[in-house]
């Protein structure tokens, strides 16, 4: 396997949905809470809440972004700085599931295993520091 895909959860015991209210850590520090989450097997993501204090509003962020979980701590830890996620596309519910909405996620995360990513994404590589 070449890379984690974007749209599947890491830990194949994750699920969403249990995170929930979940504060959310970016690579560089908090960003929010789990609002809502989809657990649908290859295209799961949470909506993280950015809240008025942060950024204020909500974002989709792919479930192959989650590096950890610290269930004790209920905290989400995200592969990408709050900058990258303050420039996300903006979530929308209905485009959730629309397919052209994924792909330009996709590619704004830096999604390499998939041929509609843009030449210029410059998210890096998407491996967990070591």
Request: proline share 5%.
């Amino acid at each position: 396997m070449a890379t984690t895909d974007l749209w599947t959860y890491r830990d194949g015991t994750w699920r969403g949905n249990a995170f929930v209210g979940y504060q959310v850590e970016a690579a560089d520090g908090e960003i929010g809470k789990v609002d809502s989450a989809s657990d649908d097997s290859g295209s799961s993501f949470i909506v993280v809440d950015t809240g008025p204090m942060i950024f204020g509003k909500k974002v989709m962020i792919p479930a192959g972004l989650i590096e950890r979980v610290d269930l004790d701590a209920e905290t989400v830890f995200v592969g990408r700085t709050k900058e990258e996620i303050k420039n996300a596309p903006k979530y929308n519910e209905e485009q959730a599931g629309d397919p052209t909405y994924r792909v330009e996620l996709a590619g704004y995360y830096g999604e390499r295993d998939q041929g509609e990513v843009p030449a210029h994404s410059t998210t890096g590589d998407r491996r967990p520091a070591q």
